[in-house]
């Protein structure tokens, strides 16, 4: 299976972000992938969290949802939905910070809720996600074809317990859409992306966000494609742009028949 993970500067405007995606997944399809992963908040990257709250969706239905499957249609292609702010029944002043799965005739596939909410502050830089957002309450894996894949999201990348309750049984392919900040990405993206490949003896595909948004944010970017030996088959610095590899299964097989880790684990 051909993978692509998108790299986006995403805006404040929907709109705007939905057409730039929809440019990339275009662009990914004619490189010849049949699995399209965006970025963390693909579709709006604004001032301040609680700016998420105007354009949540109910699950199942909204404009990003729809935009998400019928991109998924129309390309013909397992397409991860980055994340996009899911409204919460009866608490307008929160959302879940969900990951959805659109499988190739556009039908939702899975939907994971980011787990571990990101907070920071070094001084100069202050986040806190839990203002606005609410964790969600498992891990998630399903069947892309002949891939295994597990969900994450950004910040979850920091929790190798997770990907540990992912591996049971073992996932193919780990997607982490993101929006690293410029200052923890810097330091901690891509050794943390290939840790997590390596230990989990898995492709890892890591779509991010990377520039100037024009909001005072820089995020890192460095979309990534790592395979089961810690490898990085594909990167992208910063700007949009779309990066591919191809999931060997003979690859993977044999990375985990030379050396067995997950048949040595003992806890």
Not at 1 to 8: D, E, H, N, P
Not at 28 to 48: I, K, N, S, T
Not at 97 to 105: I, K, Y
Not at 154 to 160: H, Q, T, V
Request: charged share 25%; net charge negative; glycine share 8%.
């Amino acid at each position: 299976m051909r993978i692509a993970a998108v790299q986006m500067v995403s805006t404040p405007d929907v709109g705007r972000n939905l057409s730039a995606a929809q440019r990339l997944i275009a662009d990914a399809a004619h490189a010849g992938a049949h699995f399209v992963a965006l970025p963390e908040y693909f579709c709006f990257m604004g001032r301040r969290d609680d700016e998420k709250l105007a354009i949540a969706e109910v699950s199942g239905d909204g404009p990003i949802q729809r935009f998400l499957a019928d991109a998924a249609r129309r390309h013909g292609v397992w397409l991860v939905g980055g994340t996009l702010p899911m409204a919460i029944e009866g608490r307008p002043d929160r959302v879940r910070n969900a990951s959805c799965v659109f499988s190739p005739d556009g039908e939702l596939a899975a939907r994971y809720d980011k787990l571990h909410l990101f907070s920071f502050d070094n001084g100069r830089e202050r986040y806190d996600e839990a203002r606005v957002l609410d964790a969600g309450q498992a891990p998630v894996a399903l069947q892309v074809g002949t891939v295994r894949l597990g969900l994450s999201v950004c910040y979850d990348l920091r929790f190798p317990e997770l990907y540990r309750a992912l591996m049971t049984p073992p996932c193919d392919l780990i997607a982490v859409p993101s929006a690293f900040t410029y200052t923890t990405g810097q330091a901690h993206w891509e050794v943390l992306l290939r840790a997590r490949a390596i230990e989990n003896q898995c492709y890892v595909i890591a779509p991010a966000q990377g520039g100037e948004h024009g909001t005072g944010r820089r995020t890192w970017g460095h979309s990534l494609i790592v395979d089961p030996w810690g490898l990085v088959l594909a990167c992208r610095d910063e700007g949009e742009g779309v990066v591919v590899a191809d999931i060997d299964s003979e690859r993977l097989a044999s990375v985990r028949r030379q050396l067995p880790a997950l048949e040595h684990r003992r806890l």
